[in-house]
Structures are given as C-alpha cells and as structure tokens.
C-alpha cells in the first residue's frame, strides 16, 4: 500500500505510542542482554505535564531507545509520586467546594477519600507521557503508596533509628501556617518585599545608666551621651515577646559598659516587664543599624544559632496558624518564671516551651495583628525611636503561598551529615559521574554543610511514621504496631505518632524500592545500581542527593553511576516561565502544533550539557519541516523501487555515489556513538539531522536521479533503513511508521531493530570526488544566485588540466546538477568571469556577454557598502560597554545576532564582487 502524501503526526502518534505498549515493546524479553536502568523522577499523582516534564523525559527515553536498539536490556522505571502537601491540599480544597473541611471525617475517612480522588483523577500525567512517546516500563508502574513501597519506607526509618541515624528533637523549623505544616528549607522561596524596620529602646534594668560613644574610622567622636537604654532594630516586632536576650558584637566598644546587664523588654503589662541579659556574640554586625540585635531563638533562623551557643532560653509565641498562642499559664505567671530563668533558674527545655509569654492583651491575635498593637502600644510608651521603609526578603512556601514563620518544634530528623560521607566519596573516586562536572561543586559545597534533614510532616495522606508514645513519653519505633506493644510491655497504652514523612524521604528509595526491594528480587539484582538518573538541577538537594544517601546505605552501593544534571526550559526572552509572567508554555499545546517528534528533537537539540534552554516556535517549526522532508523523501524512495533492507552490514558498491553514502554513514554512527558516550544530546541530534537534510535528502538523492539501478536501489535502501534507526532515539513515531511502511516488517519493529553497525571503510576516493562535486555545484549555485541569474542558466565553464580524470569521472552529474553548457580544459577567455576557487583549484566561468558587468559591480557595490555600514553600526553599539552591561540581555543579544548577519552579508556580496574579477 503505497505511503501516503501527507504526513499527519497525530495520526501515528496515537497509532504506534498504543501499538508499542499494547505490544510489551517497550520491555521486550532479553534475559541475556546487558542490562541498561534508568528510573524516572516520579511526577507528583496532582502533576500534569509542563516543559520542563518534556526535556527531562524525551532525554531519559533517547537514552533509553538507543540503549535498546544496542541490543540491552533496558529498564526505564516509571511511576508517581504520592505528593503529600500537594495531594492533601488538592482534596481538601474539594472539601471545600463542598463547604466541608478535613477534621470534619476521621483521619481514615480523609484517606479514604484520597484514594477516591487518586482512582478518578490522580495520574493524568501519565497519558500525557504516552503522548510524548516514553517507553517506559508501564507495565510494572510504581506508586510511592503501594503496600510493597510503604513496607521499604517503614523499614528503613526503623532501621535508621536503630542506627541512631534518625532521632526526635526540638529545633527550628520552617512553618507554613496555611497547611499547618514544617516543611524543608529546600520547599521555601524568600522574596524581596516592601517592608519597614522598627528601632525600639529596651531600657535598661533599675535604670542604669551608660556613657554611650560612637566614633567615626579615624577614631574622632562623632556622638557622645548619657543612655539608659540600648537600642535594637526588628522587621518583625511581634517577636519582642519572645526574646530571650540582647546580644553586641564583643569588638564593639559602645556597649562594653553594659555587656552583662539585663535590660527590660519594652512590652507587656508595666509592672510584670521581662528581663532579658545584654550579652556578646560574634552575630551581630557592629556596622548594620545600632550594632544590637535582639535574640528570639524559637522564630529566627540566626537568632536560634545564637540561642544554642551562649543558652539563652528559646520562648514560642505562635500557634499552628502562627497566631499568638491562648495556651498554657497567664502572662504574669510565665513572665515571673521566665525572669528567674534569665537570672539562672534552671528549667527543662519542656518547662520553657509550656510558657505562653504572649500578654493577654495580644492573646489569640493574628501574628499581623499583634504586630500593629505592639507597636502602637510601644510608641506610645515613648520608646519607639524611628521607623524606615525597607525592602526586606520575606520566606514564602512554595505550596502554601504564605509567609513561613521559624518555629521551634518537635519533629523527626535523619542525621544527614553522617549519611552525606559515602556519596561525597562516591563522587571524589569516580563511582558517581556528575555530568556536567561544573555541578560537582555546588553538590559538595552543599553535602560538607549539610544541616540535619526534618522529615516529618503534619499531614494525614503520607507514610505515617512508625513511632508510638507511651503516657510517660517514652516512643518506641518498630515496623507494626504489635513489636511497639512488644517492646513497651504488657498494659502499657500506646498512642501512635500523627504525623507523616516528607515526600522527598519515601522518594530516595525509587532506584532500589522499585525494583522489589527490601525482597533481595532477581530485578533488584540486575538492574541496581542504575546506570543513569537525568534529573534537573533544580531537584539535586531534594532528591538527587537523598538517593545517593539512602542508596549506598541501605544497598551498600550507589544508585547510579551517572547523574546527568540538565537546564530550565525558558521563555523565548530567557525569562523564567511562571504562570504570573503569563509565558507558561504547555507542551501538549506544542506537541497538537509541531507533533511529538519535533518537540522531542527541539529538545534533544538544543540540550547542551546543562545549559538553559530558550523555547523557540521557528525551531520547532523548522524540527516539523525537517519530518516532512524525511517523509517526502521515503515517498521518492518508493516510487523509485527503494524498498527495506535486508542486511545490517552496507551493501557491495562500486559507483563512487554509493560507496561515498556509505561513507557517510560510518562517520554519523561514529559521531553519534561518541556524543552519546559524552552525553552530548547536542551533538548527536544534529550528527543525524545534518546527514539526513544535508546528505541524504539534499545530495544523495539527487546525484541518484535518473540513474537507480540494483546497486544504487539496495544502498539507497540500506541508508535509508540507517538513517531511520539512527533517528528514531529523537522521532520515534515517524521512523517507526517509514520503517514499517517501506518494507514488510510488522513482525520486525523499529523499536526493537538493532543499531546500525555497517562494517564497512569510508572510501577516501570516493568521498574526495562527491565531496569536490557537492562543492563545485554548490559554488556555482551560489554565484548564479550572487549575479542575478536564474538557477537554470547553463554557463561555460574552464577547468585546470589537473581536474580533466575527475570531471570525466563525475560528467554524468556534472552535467545533470552544475549544467554547464559546456566543460573545458584550456585558459578562460580575456574579460570578466566569476573565479570559483574549490580545494585550491581555481575554475573560471566567463560572464561576457551573460550580464551586465558594469551594472552588476555597481549593484554589488552600493550593496556592500549598505551592509558594511549596518554591520560597523552595531559593531560600535557591541563594543560600548555601557550598551552591553545597561541593555536588556534580550536587546543586547539581538544587536549580536544582528550584526553576525550583516557581517556574513558584506562577506558575500565581498565574494560576489571578487568573481567579477
């Protein structure tokens, strides 16, 4: 059945992605094979596919498809992720629609209920990854909820708390109030606001006083008075309740007469004001506002550093939705404990976190709220000093879209730094290949700091952790409920723990948990460790990172021994899309335009070891022609009696033609298999792009026209077959539909072919002849265009003697594609003619008589001279600084491209004018 004229994407798009699945193709059976592994990043079960889906998973299935076409036996891992915060926030924003809300059900209800959504709706990503044609494993589709997962996830928070390697403990966490949840500093995106700083005077205790001085570099007073006071600055005055000292840096000179004092918080009831101590650390910065700063452990990052280290007492102000707190004893009786506590009283840790130093007043209040009335009620003390407008960076969550508040509070913690050792080794000794190597900086710039990882999280859909109280507040960590019982004794009552793990915990077990783990499967041995996780930089610290931790603990080796690192997908300005710039592209958008094949080979193209790309509608446009002239030219192949090949290794040639194809055909396997080799996406996608549009479609099949026998159909067969498998790791549709039409081979697939492996030598004569005609037609083609002459022109033309065995050789083409009128061996006669110079070799084509010469100089001349002059105009523009560095990136990369474009348009017309002679 002949093919048909049109080629329709859509069409073979849902034809072949049902066909290879429906078929197991994507996991054929090769026990004996080599096995090559790669899992995929879990999209989130709420996720639907955006860009950055798109590059991160056509790389993983080029990959994969080439892999499999070498004859391995690929595994692509394919699964969700359950998305805690994100799924949880999904079904209760429906509860919500339906003006019900989560505490109304049990937790088990709620579950149930998310489970529910997940069978209706969860999962369309998917289908849209089918659309993309990933050949993914989907048949053995993993789900971080499955039972077998949940038991992997189970054991090994067990047996890290065995290990001492996971604890419980009080510290610092990000809080979201909108989900009532901690989440990690890694899900936190600080911005820079309008906001104001606050300078307040904390007067100083039974009113002593100080000689306060300050004193400019010289050492010159610039100020000097009598204080009883000192002066802190806050963005944040809602906090000052909590304070549990005031601390100067020791260098600094003007506080030295009070360091050691106590001072009174400048709020709450007159006659029950705390007393804070005025101490000396290294955080605060002598230079920045009064060089005082006030230390709140339990609702800043820094100040809780500083409360650690000199032990000051960390006081929590804030409930789960970080309004102050109503719980625990009346102001004045916390606010008496807590001034016997700065004086030295010991308290327990419990003890200080029980006290609610929130006043009555500003009990209950929103945290904002509480801030206007505490300042109001400051200045009108008299003690407000000043106010000043400020920008300052502001902690969002990245799911809750509200400002995080640092809390202190109790959570679940894994000893990151001692798990951070093997993978840093792993990187340093080469078991681990990051690629590119520019990242391995940062990954260990980032592991040597490691802070402890806080892995729980208070939500209801998750992996609940395995952990149980006792009534006197002893926990027992096992795998069930009834060794928690075991190990706490008979007529104990236990209660078991509320919250859950952190998403990104679960997730660093997908290269082994996957493949059947803690079950020691025959999967589990062939295919870990995994040869390569692609992965967006982005997810280096949540996930990448976690993987390598978990991986060689719990496998004893690492979970690949690649981690190939790629850039964003960007707005075409280079911008970061964003649904609130409005430059979000949806690749499904792009795949129903272009079709999945020019999506995929645009980011195969343009993904360069890591560097951001710019989405591009003429490239995509261009990667959609480029599919049609692949099917235009199967249809010449056709018609012509070229049908599939039976052979993997070259068919016999002798016409130069063939044996310079086949040529050709070496050097792009060659040069795919070493971009591949390197990861270079690049260069093998435009390796196979330049030798299909420029060698084959373009020059092959026209130095063949008119003259198809046996030899040229097989060869021309065989290239064809070549260049299909060759591609088919970028356009998998469209090859798969050439490869199946142009020959009788549904039992054969593409997708299960075999590489191309031609065993045969480039053929040096053969390749210096056509490539010396693709030149000279080349040349000649361009100097018609350069004079004004049409295409079908047939000049004269006067060759060196030198060239007489090669022309004779090549005349039939000469003759059909140069169309010279007539070839000659002797000297040009006298007069203007254009001088082509190809390899050394100079061949004149006299223009006496063919045009105008003087007309054409004077044309060619005033061309030149315009192009010349826009090409020294931008020039100037490229060479001002003050242009490169002030412009927009966008202006200043349209001025380059510019000025590269007028300078190839004066090199031409240069060109043009030199063949006038």
Not at 744 to 771: E, F, G, H, V
Not at 891 to 912: P, T, Y
Request: glycine share 6%; net charge negative.
């Amino acid at each position: 059945m002949p093919m048909e004229k049109t080629f329709d994407p859509a069409a073979i798009e849902a034809k072949w992605a049902h066909e290879w699945e429906s078929r197991g193709l994507f996991r054929p059976e090769r026990p004996d094979a080599t096995p090559f592994t790669i899992v995929n990043p879990p999209p989130n079960v709420t996720g639907a596919l955006h860009i950055g889906h798109a590059l991160d998973n056509t790389l993983q299935d080029v990959l994969v498809r080439y892999e499999r076409l070498r004859g391995k036996d690929a595994l692509w891992v394919v699964g969700m992720d359950h998305a805690g915060i994100a799924t949880q926030m999904v079904v209760e924003r429906q509860l919500n629609e339906r003006q019900q809300k989560r505490t109304d059900f049990t937790r088990e209800e709620f579950v149930g209920k998310v489970w529910e959504w997940k069978a209706e709706s969860g999962g369309q990503i998917t289908g849209q990854l089918r659309r993309l044609g990933c050949s993914m494993d989907w048949s053995r589709e993993q789900f971080t909820m499955d039972p077998h997962f949940t038991q992997a996830v189970v054991k090994v928070f067990v047996d890290l708390h065995k290990k001492g390697l996971i604890y419980r403990d009080k510290r610092l966490v990000n809080w979201d109030p909108a989900l009532k949840t901690a989440i990690s500093d890694l899900e936190v995106e600080s911005h820079e606001v309008p906001g104001h700083m606050w300078h307040f005077k904390y007067p100083l205790a039974g009113g002593e006083t100080y000689t306060y001085v300050e004193r400019d570099a010289e050492g010159n007073i610039v100020l000097q008075e009598e204080r009883d006071y000192i002066s802190i600055a806050t963005t944040r005055p809602e906090t000052m309740l909590g304070d549990g000292a005031v601390a100067v840096h020791p260098d600094d000179e003007r506080y030295r007469p009070i360091v050691g004092k106590y001072c009174e918080i400048p709020v709450g009831p007159k006659e029950h004001r705390r007393l804070i101590p005025i101490i000396t650390d290294e955080y605060p910065d002598p230079h920045f506002g009064s060089g005082a700063v006030k230390i709140t452990g339990a609702h800043d990052e820094n100040d809780y550093g500083v409360a650690q280290r000199n032990n000051i007492p960390m006081y929590r102000l804030m409930d789960e939705v970080a309004a102050m707190r109503t719980d625990g004893p009346s102001y004045v009786e916390a606010a008496t404990r807590a001034v016997e506590i700065a004086h030295g009283a010991p308290a327990t840790a419990a003890e200080i976190d029980a006290l609610n130093l929130v006043p009555e007043a500003y009990r209950g209040l929103d945290r904002y709220e509480a801030r206007k009335r505490v300042i109001a009620d400051i200045d009108a003390e008299g003690l407000m000093v000043k106010v000043e407008d400020k920008l300052i960076m502001q902690p969002f969550g990245d799911r809750g879209g509200v400002v995080i508040e640092p809390m202190l509070t109790d959570q679940w913690y894994v000893d990151a730094a001692t798990l951070a050792q093997p993978p840093m080794a792993a990187v340093r000794d080469g078991r681990i290949n990051i690629v590119p190597k520019t990242w391995e900086k940062t990954f260990f710039n980032w592991m040597e700091n490691i802070q402890p990882w806080c892995v729980s999280r208070q939500l209801w859909w998750g992996h609940r952790i395995p952990a149980w109280y006792a009534e006197d507040g002893s926990i027992f960590v096992a795998e069930t409920e009834e060794e928690a019982q075991a190990q706490a004794g008979a007529g104990i009552t236990l209660t078991r723990d509320e919250d859950v793990l952190d998403t990104w915990f679960s997730s660093a077990l997908w290269p082994f948990a996957t493949l059947g783990w803690p079950e020691n499967t025959d999967l589990l041995k062939r295919h870990y460790p995994n040869d390569v996780l692609i992965s967006g930089f982005d997810i280096l610290f949540f996930w990448d990172a976690r993987m390598a931790m978990q991986g060689m603990e719990f496998m004893g080796d690492v979970p690949w021994k690649t981690l190939y690192l790629h850039g964003l997908v960007r707005a075409p300005d280079g911008a970061k899309m964003s649904k609130s710039k409005g430059n979000v592209v949806d690749p499904l958008g792009l795949i129903d335009r272009y079709g999945a094949d020019a999506l995929r080979f645009f980011m195969s193209a343009m993904e360069s070891q890591g560097r951001d790309i710019k989405m591009d509608d003429a490239r995509l446009a261009g990667y959609r022609n480029f599919a049609t002239k692949l099917w235009n030219a199967a249809r010449f192949c056709e018609a012509n009696g070229i049908s599939a090949s039976t052979s993997l290794e070259a068919p016999p040639a002798s016409l130069p033609v063939n044996r310079w194809i086949i040529g050709e055909v070496v050097d792009t396997v060659a040069a795919m298999d070493k971009a591949f080799a390197a990861y270079r996406f690049d260069d093998a996608a435009n390796a196979i792009y330049s030798f299909a549009w420029d060698r084959f479609c373009d020059w092959y099949l026209e130095l063949i026209k008119g003259a198809i026998d046996d030899e040229t159909k097989a060869v021309a067969g065989w290239v064809l077959d070549q260049i299909l498998v060759m591609l088919h790791p970028f356009m998998p549709f469209i090859t798969e539909e050439l490869w199946t039409g142009l020959g009788n081979r549904a039992d054969y697939p593409l997708i299960t072919a075999k590489w191309p492996a031609p065993n045969a030598a480039r053929d040096a004569d053969a390749s210096a002849d056509i490539d010396w005609l693709i030149k000279l037609v080349s040349e000649l083609r361009a100097a018609k265009s350069e004079l004004g002459l049409p295409p079908g022109a047939r000049l004269a033309a006067h060759f060196p003697a030198s060239l007489k065995p090669r022309t004779e050789k090549l005349a039939a083409q000469i003759d059909r594609l140069a169309r010279l009128e007539a070839v000659r061996f002797d000297p040009a006669p006298a007069g203007a003619s254009a001088q082509l110079v190809i390899e050394g070799e100079t061949i004149a084509v006299p223009l006496e008589g063919v045009i105008d010469i003087a007309a054409e100089r004077d044309r060619l001349t005033k061309a030149l001279a315009a192009a010349a002059k826009e090409r020294d105009g931008l020039a100037g523009r490229l060479n001002n600084p003050s242009f490169v560095e002030r412009a927009k990136p966008e202006a200043v990369e349209k001025a380059r491209a510019d000025h590269a474009a007028k300078e190839a348009e004066a090199d031409r017309l240069n060109a043009a004018l030199a063949r006038l002679g």
